[in-house]
C-alpha cells in the first residue's frame, strides 16, 4: 500500500536556524507532492506543491521543497525559521493517478524566539 | 473569497449518542472530502465527493458513519452511534475538481468531537 513517512515528528528551532524536513513515500510511478501546513489555531493550508518541472518548487513564506525521485523524497527547507513558522507541518502524496492523498503524520515545529 | 464553513466547530457526546457534522464548501468547487484526524496523526480520508456523486469511501466506516452531499452543495457527516475511537477532529476541505490527483484542497476549521 502505498504510505507516506515524516521522520521528525517533533523539531525544536531557534529563530534564524535551517529547516529540513523529511517526507518519503513509497510508490514506484508518476507522483504529485504536497506540504500543508497548519498554524495554531488556523485552518490546514498548501504550503506548496510538486507535479512536474522543475524540482525544486517554491511555496509562500520562503519555503522550499525538491523532489528527488531517486530517493523518493520531497523534504521541506527554509534557509532561516523565524517564531511564526511555529506549526505543524504535512506531507502528502496522491501516486499514480489517484484521486486521494495519502498523508503522512506530520512534524509539530517550534521556534523558540 | 469565503472560504469553507464548518459546524459546530466543538461537539461533546457520550458514547452510542447521535452526531452530525455541516458543511459548506467554497463556492463553485466539485470536490468535497471528509477528513477524520486523530491527535497526533494526520488527515484520514473518509469519502469524497464529486458534485453529489462519491469518487471514494474506502475507509469510511459504513456501519456507524454515513455523509451525503444531496445538492452537490453542502454536506453533512453523520455518526450513529458514536465510540470512544470518534473522538478526533473531523475535517472539510473542497477544491476544484478539475484534476484531483493536483488540485488544491482548502480546508474549514473543523469541528472537535469528544466522546465520553
Known amino acids: 500500500a502505498q504510505s507516506v513517512s515524516q521522520h521528525n515528528h517533533h523539531v525544536i528551532l531557534s529563530e534564524a536556524a535551517s529547516l529540513e524536513l523529511g517526507c518519503n513515500y513509497s510508490?514506484?510511478?508518476?507522483?504529485?507532492l504536497f506540504w500543508y501546513v497548519q498554524y495554531p489555531g488556523q485552518h490546514l493550508q498548501l504550503l506548496l506543491k510538486?507535479?512536474?518541472?522543475d524540482p525544486l518548487v517554491k511555496g509562500i513564506k520562503g519555503f522550499e521543497a525538491e523532489f528527488i525521485k531517486s530517493k523518493f523524497s520531497f523534504n521541506l527547507r527554509k534557509p532561516s525559521v523565524q517564531w511564526s513558522d511555529t506549526a505543524e507541518y504535512f506531507c502528502?502524496?496522491?501516486?499514480?493517478?489517484?484521486?486521494?492523498?495519502?498523508w503522512g503524520l506530520g512534524t509539530s515545529l517550534a521556534v523558540n524566539p | 473569497e469565503a472560504g469553507v464553513a464548518q459546524s459546530p466547530r466543538y461537539k461533546i457526546i457520550e458514547k452510542r449518542q447521535s452526531v452530525a457534522f455541516w458543511c459548506n464548501p467554497i463556492?463553485?468547487?466539485?470536490?468535497l472530502y471528509w477528513y477524520q484526524q486523530i491527535l497526533g496523526q494526520g488527515p484520514k480520508l473518509l469519502i469524497q465527493?464529486?458534485?453529489?456523486?462519491?469518487?471514494?469511501d474506502s475507509q469510511l466506516p459504513k456501519d456507524r458513519f454515513s455523509a451525503e452531499r444531496l445538492k452537490g452543495v453542502d454536506s453533512t457527516l453523520k455518526i450513529q452511534p458514536a465510540k470512544l475511537e470518534d473522538s478526533a477532529v473531523y475535517l472539510c476541505?473542497?477544491?476544484?475538481?478539475?484534476?484531483?490527483?493536483?488540485?488544491?484542497?482548502?480546508f474549514g476549521p473543523g469541528t472537535r468531537l469528544t466522546v465520553l
Open positions: 463556492s463553485g468547487h466539485a470536490t
Open positions: 510508490y514506484g510511478g508518476t507522483v504529485n
Open positions: 476541505a473542497s477544491s476544484l475538481g478539475v484534476k484531483l490527483s493536483t488540485d488544491t484542497q482548502y
Open positions: 502528502a502524496v496522491n501516486a499514480g493517478n489517484n484521486r486521494k492523498l495519502i
Open positions: 465527493f464529486q458534485n453529489n456523486g462519491v469518487v471514494d
Open positions: 510538486y507535479f512536474s518541472g
